[in-house]
């Protein structure tokens, strides 16, 4: 249970940093690289054995943490792309509402356990997260043209989480976790730097200071974030749907307190029994272990 708590506050502390990048006009891009890149190391310095990159590229895992290395970056451009077309509270809905994905995964593939308290939580969690995403009293709103970016960002973001549960379970043994992790973000980075070679090259990129000290303040909460959750679902009396759906309301939950607190900002009606609804899904979840 200790590190489904250090997820949550991982990564509750990642949108917080997340929100401090548009007060600070911070170059979301080249942040994020240079996030990858922290968060890459931070694997490798967590790891207790040499690394040897010819051992490590013959590992079962290996070409899965490449793909998901290159998910990883495409789902956050995706995000930036869905943020501008569609606005924050859709991205919040898209990304939140993915938890659907790895939990009928782990019901199907891994016969985890369908009791109603769970199922009635898991159904309550989707209805907080859509609450309380809710930025005025009409509701979320889409424009039909623009509906495959979030979309894409509600599949991909359940594939990363369904392909971390999955290669957890059956390739990464549990020494091996700090390097799977670290493989992920390098290659993460690795397509981040090319992007950003390629935006030197056209002569549109400006490096600046504050991108890179506000990219290492990320990286290294984004790593424990990843770490963390990979080691909760290792937890044998907690199945991954469960894991999945207390993670993400939490991180909700805490994210959205953080944000009344730290950045004065006022919630409507709907937000406050969405919040509400997460505290009440966290509890009925919790209770169906």
Do not use: C
């Not at 995706?78 to 009928?104: D, R, Y």
């Not at 509701?139 to 979309?151: E, H, Y």
């Not at 379970?169 to 070679?197: H, K, M, R, W």
């Not at 984004?222 to 939490?250: E, G, H, Q, W």
């Amino acid at each position: 249970m200790i590190y489904l708590i250090l997820s949550i506050v991982a990564s509750s502390l990642i949108l917080v940093i997340f929100k401090l990048f548009s007060k600070y006009n911070i170059d979301t891009l080249q942040a994020i690289v240079i996030n990858y890149v922290v968060a890459s190391i931070s694997g490798i310095i967590a790891y207790s054995a040499p690394i040897d990159i010819v051992s490590v590229s013959k590992e079962s895992w290996f070409y899965g943490a490449m793909a998901l290395g290159v998910i990883f970056i495409l789902v956050f451009n995706l995000i930036a792309i869905t943020t501008q077309k569609n606005g924050l509270s859709v991205v919040a809905v898209a990304t939140k509402m993915s938890l659907a994905i790895p939990i009928i995964f782990g019901i199907i593939v891994y016969h985890e356990s369908t009791g109603a308290l769970k199922l009635i939580g898991i159904l309550i969690a989707l209805v907080a997260v859509y609450m309380t995403s809710m930025k005025n009293a009409e509701g979320i709103s889409i424009n039909k043209d623009n509906l495959i970016f979030p979309l894409l960002v509600f599949i991909g973001s359940g594939i990363i989480d369904t392909s971390l549960k999955f290669f957890e379970t059956n390739y990464v043994a549990e020494n091996d976790v700090p390097v799977f992790s670290a493989s992920i973000f390098g290659f993460a980075a690795i397509i981040g730097i090319l992007i950003l070679l390629f935006k030197a090259i056209k002569g549109t990129l400006k490096l600046s200071l504050k991108n890179i000290i506000a990219g290492i303040g990320l990286g290294v909460p984004n790593y424990f974030s990843i770490y963390f959750l990979i080691k909760a679902l290792r937890y044998d009396k907690m199945d991954s749907s469960t894991v999945f759906t207390i993670n993400n309301v939490a991180i909700l939950l805490v994210s959205t307190i953080a944000g009344i607190i730290l950045f004065k900002e006022r919630l409507i009606l709907k937000n406050w029994i969405g919040l509400m609804l997460a505290i009440i899904s966290i509890i009925l979840v919790a209770f169906s272990i």
